[in-house]
């Protein structure tokens, strides 16, 4: 029951019963508190108890908490989950945690039903405004640790896709201890940003500690941070199909 898995799109399953409680999230921009690196990339931290994700393949209400963006060495491997084998440019995770069954999100990770993940996909295209307002202050936290505050408000509900088709499984955390607590929702269209600001998160460093030859820092940078694919053991894909 591992993630992520690669997504067979000649296998998944539509099922309406996913339209009759559709999809609904409520973001709120000013409670993106932070940006941090976590020594494996960037994370925005999210504070407040108003941004919400409801409805779809989920029967309670999950609180976000954090966001965070995975990246390959190259364009075609920057993404956790693939489609019919292909990857994309990077992976967005908006991650929610069960606020109607448990009492912390340590908890809650732990859990069943504990965690849910929205997953967005990147492709190489047009600068994306929204993703600058991270890409921009990436060089305040190039050290693992480093974390500073967001100058301009972030809106979380700005990188969800104009279509709303998605799929949906069960499956784990993509990062140690991988707990298999996740619903995952996956939007089946990608969206642009560009080829600079993927570059731009491989600045950062995966340690606090400064390397440098000829003046340039070489020891440690995040040029990719992608868990491989994972069986996908008889698990069933559904999809919404909007």
């Known amino acids: 029951m591992q993630s992520p898995v690669d997504i067979k799109t000649s296998l998944v399953t539509q099922d309406p019963q996913l ?44 609180q976000l908490v954090q966001f965070h963006c995975h990246w390959g ?19 967005l995770h908006l991650v929610h945690w069960n606020v109607d069954l448990y009492n912390s999100v340590e908890e809650a990770l732990a859990s069943p039903k504990g965690v849910a993940v929205i997953g967005i996909f990147f492709q190489i295209g047009r600068h994306n405004d929204e993703l600058g307002k991270i890409t921009d202050i990436l ?16 809106d979380p509900a700005a990188f969800i896709p104009e279509s ?17 607590s996740v619903t995952w929702i996956l939007f089946k269209r990608p969206i642009e940003v560009s080829e600079e600001q993927i570059e731009k998160f491989k600045l950062l ?10 003046g ?3 020891v440690g940078k995040v040029t990719e941070n992608c868990r491989p694919v994972q069986p996908l053991n008889g698990r069933i894909i559904r999809e919404a199909p909007y």
């Open 164 to 180: 709303h088709d998605y799929w949906t499984y069960e499956g784990s955390l993509t990062t140690p201890p991988c707990y298999e």
């Open 216 to 218: 340039e820092p070489v």
């Open 73 to 91: 060495k190259c364009h075609s491997s920057g993404s956790e989950h693939t489609v019919d084998g292909k990857g994309f440019a990077g992976e």
């Open 19 to 62: 339209l009759q409680r559709p999809l609904s999230w409520t973001y709120v921009p000013k409670n993106c508190k932070s940006l941090l690196n976590t020594g494996e990339g960037w994370k925005v931290v999210v504070e407040g108890q108003d941004s919400c994700l409801t409805g779809g393949p989920l029967e309670h209400s999950y």
């Open 205 to 214: 460093h995966s340690s606090n500690l400064k390397a440098y030859v000829n």
């Open 139 to 154: 060089h305040e936290i190039t050290q693992k640790g480093e974390e500073c505050s967001l100058p301009k408000k972030i």
